[in-house]
């Protein structure tokens, strides 16, 4: 029923632990001496206690080791006696034939434990301390026992029945096939036909939990010494997955031996039913991998163990959240629609989130508004975006009306992404004017300053509700927001205040310090962690990046009784959300300082993102930091090393389709594509990038500004300047509707080059005039350089009076664009520079032959680098011809050798590889 | 279609065989059947029949040359014994002392000591002992699945309990079908096992096997049609052509929302069986669901009359008497079905709705969850409770119970119109629209559900006039009760100034009002529309026709009206004073 949330189920006996128990019985036999029976040593005697303390404390995760595999497991630390412990334990399980025994058994168990007064006792014998965790683990097993009908003891023995007979029927390790096994034991055989699916499945060699279980396999037989350590690392079991999960693809496909013992660790809820908080646990860790490796996710094979789980326990609608994520994530719409639906239908939101109630007590209610907070994001992932905000606004609504102020403040948050990452031409006719939440402005105001009121709105509900996590994601949102817009008064009337029309850099650092705040606050933060953690915070991590994730994970790392469910990859007391964040507001600074144009800061930026933070953010985010490094290595050290780092990159993300992978891989290939003059391949790239590109208006702004800049360019480097102008004119009105002021500079500039060319220099001049008042408004310091350059060459092309002005304003912009620049900006400036020494009349080539060449050989080898044909024959001619007035014939001809092979290379691009399949 | 004298003599013979083998709800349906054919009154009364069987059951033989024909041996009384064997060849070797053991294992499974009987036919090679220790471990494996059922439920819901006979079933069964050896009840057993085990296309193949060797067997037939879930598998279905096919399809029809075409099947069943209330019930169920609930109150009567006792169905006479409001007729009902049987889900359900229909919401819900207590996947019991939920303002409860029916049959129109409602009330038109777009999808012929969707488009918060006048176009063609669509178009239209589209539709409801003799707000409405826009386009004739008539309502309207006319004149006088 909705609303009645079940208690959540505590500690079930189950045949594992009656193994571990017998264990326990060898390990502290009553009564003995300082060595009991079987072991040799007192050394030999602790191993086995550890291996047991390792056993109990893993027993609470979801996963549950087969006899085999405990087997297998003391094989290893048993020595000499494993054949006794392993003999033992099977003849022990198999004496258990009758209800009776198993009374007896536990009887006899509760002689191993000392009593209260166990400070008495003699120093040789063997108690185990009640209060000890191998106590502690006996006693609950006792009372477990205690509490059990008598039903369930018949189910505990015919479970302990089908235990050893798995372990039997599965006894040749070496063999595959379990189906001919299991064909022998036709009972196992229906059990498992639902699980035989997908265990042969070949994707479930991706699955999280057998390759983890496989590590912990491997890791035990390599290094059985280690076990020392796995029991400081109190998570032994297969939840520690933070530290693997990271490894996608590293893992190959197992062998066969491994998993075939896996096979019975891979049934959550196949033989024997988990606790409600193993199930629980289990179920968040897999939405924070979901979330983390996102489309690389396995698919199917979770999605078979998600139906299994639900077949198993159909009041767990926790396991249709998961589904929603799992189709989400995958793009599947109807499936992801479905799911969600289906979930808040059951739950009304309140399961998963079971252990706050909001604050306002709105528990009758249930808590839809969380579930249209979810399809908004929902529709905003799957790139819906008026869907996406009609929800949203709804989700205002109704969270206003259940007062609920948190879900309101994550709301505002939400919206405030949509509209920054999606493109708005106009508000009206989307939203009916008196439900929006900023309506105090109205609707005639322009998006962006709807976005800035929201924006500051957002942040102090957020602040005096203590959402801290949220107002550090606010931060960020409003530095971007900063980054790109120019700050102009509200008010339409009354006094202007003398607003410099200009971004504010320092307001920027200010937001972003603000943010990275967050992580000093953290330490005292678990007192609000009650409120907070209802919502959870993971999926915050969207609220920065449209490619970023939901889900709503709880803050189990800071839980005392949920430890199992930690990840060990954290060592720290800092939750990975907070982490994630923080690594966001690195990839913030990168994009700032690209901006700004400062590349190093940009490289040390991500390089801090690569290194520090990829573990705990998604992969999405990682592979964005990663592109970033990429494109700074092509640009500053030519496509060589670029293509072998893309390789790596390529490596350890998955390149799916709208991956920022694949997009730097086409980028890169573009661009040297064009400067290689392989038109048509250029042309094709350009066209597959476009593709990618979100066919909605509004959604994929980026991509699709990129493409059609890309375009422009291709056809200027054909010489039909009349296309390039038009695409680029309707570039600019794109631009200019969607109010993307950074981008109209660019594309002014283009517009500027592309006069340029077509030999209309007069004409170039006023657009980048414009662009420079552009990229001094945005601080658009590179851009703005390298506008100034086009305009010292415009100014040069009018003629060689023009030739001082020029230089004049190379020479201003030299420091930057040396500085900064790329290989191809520094060359052009380079070859400019020559151009106007040689253009200039008062200037003599003969008198500072340096003042030129120097210049000229500088670019020339770094043109190479790129590959850049058509700048490089430039320089190489104007080498020749300054060569060739100072008599120096050698060195003429050598340049002159030069300029014709980068010609003909220019002119017959089809010599080299053109097709797309044969580059790397 | 046989006549019905064969089919009586078939009946006959199957409740025999059937009964014989213990399967029991058949035989039941089996004997229904045979007292629902019209009694020919030559013969003798029905309580002679059985001892004159014998000479007619040899035409049987023609339809199931296959499998072996049941042959009567008519013997004086006991049934068991004059019971016709599947096989001729096994007849013979079917010993005293055999038969011995299955009259034991018989009288087990008679007591529900399945295990017992089961036990007592272990060494049995005759075809009718294997069948009944099969069917047997069947049940026994059933009932112990549902005991485990309780016993480890955890807090999550049930455990996955499975029944634990059907490996070892499933093993010899196929090994028979391997061998041929097997016949059509243990091929229905067979098709048990396979169903719960979840490979439903064997499964399939299997019941097809079964009915085509004894179609008889209506049991078979049902399993068979619920595994028929769209029209292609149904379709695809290779069934050998037997009277006993209507009734399947008959009734596979009605599952698959195609009430016309069942209602046709039934009609013309009924020719033969025209004493059946299985038929008759069926037949008021396809009426219900046609929404013909005139015609169902009055089949309902006649078969109370006919069989008082009657619990199965009445569910939903007790819906149509909800329905129209028929406070003491349903209370007759629910004190009837409760003495007859009061822990049946139906009676539960047909209480729950007296109490709703008294507006005492918490007392239906206790009824409708006793119901969906004694049956966890009783699908109304759950719609219904939603509707409570509904009224007692629990719209989070309502929400749940709503999807549980939809999770049990995703294809329940009315729960997804519950859901769209339930989230309508929280004042979430957009999350609503999922679930009225699957409502309408479903049952795209009501006009009820298309209203409700536009109506949430319609809401303050969407304002999506353009999809809502969508909607209601489509429930103005779906024969709409209530006429509340042509209204709304017209106002609708009126509202985003298509004057035009309004002026039709305004028409089209006048005629609609008065052909239905209809007077109300909306007339005036109507009229007063007309009025205006006749005289704005200069139709003056038209207008004063409806100012006349606004002229007999009272109020403000009348006063325009009259405000109206002189207008008119006015500027009639004009165009007469200076023709242009």
Redesign the interface.
Known sequence: MAGILKPPGNFALTPHKVSICILVQVYAPPSEISVPFPFSSVSHHNSLGIFLLSLTKACDSIFEPSLDELIAQLREIGGLLNHWLSDHLTSRLSSLASPDDLFNFFNDLRGILGGSDANVVDDDQIVLDPSSALGMFVRRCLLAFNVISFEGVCHLLSNIGTYCKESLSDCPPFELSHLDDSSNDPELEYESMELENFVFEKVSEEFEARKLANERVSFHSHAPGALFELVEDTDFAPSSSGEHIDRPREVSPCAPSTSDTLRGTDRPGGTFLRTNWQVQGYLSEQADAIEKHGSSFPLHAFESILKMLQKSAPELHRVHFLRYLNSLHHDDYPGALENLHRYFDYSAGTEGVEFVLAPSGCSGLGRYEIALLCLGMMHFHLGHPKQSLEVLIEAVQVSQQHSDDTCLAYTLAAICNLLSAIGFSNMTGIIGASYWPVAGIGTSSSIQQQLFVLLRRSLKRAESLKLKRLVASIHLEIAKFDLTHVQRPLLSFGPKASTKLRTRPANICKELWTSYHLISEFTDENAIMAVDGAFCTSWLQNLKKPTGLLVFSQENGTRGDSDSFKFSAQPSSIPGSVLHLLGSSYLVRAAAWEAYGSAPLVRINALVFATCFTDSSSSADAALAYAKLIQHLAVFKGYKDAFAALKIAEEKFLCVSKSIILLVKLQLLHERALHRGHLKLAQQLCDELGVLASPVTGVDMELKTEASLRHARTLLAANQYDQAAAIAHSLFCMCYKFNMQVQNATVLLLLAEIHKRSGNAVSGIPYVLACLSFCQSFNLDLLKASATLTLAELWLSLGPSHAKKALVLIHGAFPLLLGHGGLELRSRAFITEAKCYLAEPSFSVSEDPEMVLEPLRQASEELQLLEHHELASEAFYLMAIVYDKLGQLDEREEAAASFKKHITALENPEDKDNALSNLP | MASKETCRTELRSAVRILSDRCLYSASKWAAEQLMGIEQDPTKNTPSHTRFQRGSSSIRRRFRTAASGDPSATPSAGVSYVSTPLMAGVEEYDYGAIDNDFYLLAKSYFDCREYRRAAHVLRDQISKKAVFLRCYALYLAGEKRKEE?MI??E???????A?N?E???L??ELSTLRKNGTIDSFCLYVYGLVLKE??SENLARTVLVESVNSYPWNWSAWSELQSLCTTIETLNSLNLNNHWMKDFFLASAYQELRMHNESLSKYEHLQVTFSFSNYIQAQIAKAQYNLREFEVVEVIFEELLRNDPYRIEDMDMYSNVLYAKECFSALSYLAHRVFLTDKYRPESCCIIGNYYSLKGQHEKSVVYFRRALKLNKNYLSAWTLMGHEYVEMK????A??A??RAV?INPCDYRAWYG?GQA?EM??????AL??FKKSVFLQPNDSRLWIAMAQCYET????MLEEAIKCYKRAANCNDREAIALHQLAKLHCELGHTEEAEFYYKKDLDRMEAEEREGPNMVKALMFLAKHCKSKKRFEEAEVYCTRLLDYTGPEKETAESILRGIRGEKLDVEHFPS
Not at chain 2, 394 to 397: E, I, R
Not at chain 2, 426 to 431: E, G, R
Not at chain 2, 460 to 463: D, F, G, M, V, Y
């Open positions: 485990e016993e480890l955890g807090p999550l819901g049930k455990s996955d499975v634990k059907n490996v070892s499933e093993r085990k979840g629990n719209t989070s409860a929400v749940d709503y999807r999770d859901l989230y929280m004042v979430m038109p957009f999350y999922h679930y303050e918060q969407l304002h």
